[in-house]
């Protein structure tokens, strides 16, 4: 199949014949004969848990994998259900990042102690379980305005934002132990999308989304997701993942991650795009799906990885919390200069909402009753997702984006 010279046609026409891959994996691909993980019921259900397998993609062999952090249970799953409508979430998992020998000498396990300093989830936890969230995963709300979509929730576990493809050797400067690290969110993925494509022939919608590092796997994955269901309309959301990062760290990400961007979008070099530019990036792209951010103004769990980014795990700190602000509301005047972009800032300092994970006295979590920008944020989400996007604008609270001081 020749591509058009003209980029937007060369998309879409790479999208059509993804679509047709899909449709005959046998003559596009030269994956296994077996299926990457066992077939999702056809019929509307509850949740089913699924173990990948190791599986030949294009060519290579990839092998599903935790990060394999020292004391770590390497066993990688997700998990899926089918709605009763015929649109689909693609739901990726939030839980921190690591990138050097400090900062990845500091898992989350099932054995860590309540209070131990930790910076990511090294494993699948017992509690990365959508069956136990409210939120967007609450399927009797009549709220949801996803409540009949079929999902497939990513967990993570590789520390590097579901984007990696790389074995990392590090040195834990506590103990002065060597030690490595499977950084292989994105090849994790990649065996998931494969099962995606055999088990959801033509949904009519999709909603690709995630949670704090989740809401960056949402956005580097977005072109190979789109690509498989070219036909579908489509939307992104990022929840709690705002992109604010110091100028070296997109050399940080790129050598000890090896960080994966799709070509398609971001050219011959993906590599050398700045975190930064990947939002804005992906709304030019595709003009005709809408892509929105959710953050509260004053993020405390962001500003705490910023801060580590900036100064280190004992740097001098007390200045990140304003300046993740500032940085936070540049991204979001950038982003919304595309007619496609719309960004919810909510007042306050939790982190991410869509999990549904902070219940107030009453249980009712904060996805349901956020009204600070104006707006309640299921109606906001309604409107991104309706055909005609009418009462989807950008949102913000009112005078709420300085803290007194930062308390870090």
């Given at each position: ?79 899926a ?32 102690a ?7 989830k090294?494993?699948?936890?017992p ?10 995963f609450?399927?009797a ?26 074995t990392?050797s590090?040195?834990?400067p ?20 494969q ?34 269901f ?63 951010q ?29 300046a ?10 950038t ?72 308390p870090?």
């Open positions: 199949m020749k591509l058009p010279a003209d980029p937007a046609l060369r998309l879409r026409s790479a999208a059509a014949l993804a679509f047709t891959c899909s449709l005959a994996l046998s003559a596009c691909s030269s994956g296994d004969s077996h299926s990457v993980a066992d077939p999702l019921p056809a019929t509307p259900g509850g949740w089913t848990r699924l173990v990948p397998q190791a599986t030949t993609i294009d060519g290579e062999r990839l092998t599903p994998t935790c990060s394999k952090a020292p004391g770590s249970n390497p066993e990688f799953h997700f998990w259900r089918r709605g009763t409508s015929n649109r689909l979430v693609v739901f990726f998992e939030g839980g921190g990042a690591c990138w050097d020998g400090a900062t990845c000498a500091l898992p989350i396990t099932s054995s860590t309540p209070g131990a300093a930790a910076l990511y090294a494993e699948v936890l509690s990365d379980d959508p069956r136990i969230y409210s939120g967007v609450d399927l709300n009549p709220r949801n305005p996803v409540a009949d979509w079929s999902f497939v929730y990513v967990p993570y576990c590789t520390g590097d934002i579901h984007s990696g493809s790389r990392a590090y040195t834990n506590f103990t002065q132990q060597p030690y490595q690290i499977e950084h292989r969110g994105a090849d994790n993925f990649r065996l998931i999308l099962w995606i494509r055999e088990n959801f022939q033509a949904p009519e919608q999709l909603l690709v989304t995630g949670s704090s590092a989740g809401a960056y796997g949402a956005t580097t994955h977005y072109p190979k997701i789109r690509a498989a070219p036909q579908a309309r489509a939307a992104m959301l990022g929840d709690a993942g705002q992109g604010v990062v110091p100028p070296a760290w997109d050399v940080v990400r790129n050598q000890n991650w090896n960080f994966q961007l799709d070509p398609a979008v971001y050219g011959s070099n993906p590599q050398a795009t700045r975190t930064t530019d990947i939002v804005p990036l992906l709304s030019a792209a595709y003009p005709n799906d809408r892509f929105g959710y953050t509260t103004a004053t993020d405390l769990v962001q500003m705490q990885f910023y801060d580590v980014q900036v100064n280190g795990l004992s740097g001098v700190q007390g200045t990140a919390c304003q993740w602000t500032d940085g936070m509301l540049a991204g979001l005047a982003q919304q200069s595309a007619p496609n972009f719309r960004s919810y800032m909510a007042a306050g300092m939790t982190h991410t909402v869509l999990r549904g994970v902070d219940p107030d006295a009453s249980g009712v979590p904060l996805f349901y009753r956020e009204t600070s920008a104006a707006q309640p944020l299921t109606d906001w989400l309604s409107a991104m997702l309706s055909t005609t996007g009418s009462g989807w604008d950008n949102r913000a609270c009112a005078d709420c984006t300085t803290l007194p001081a930062c870090f």
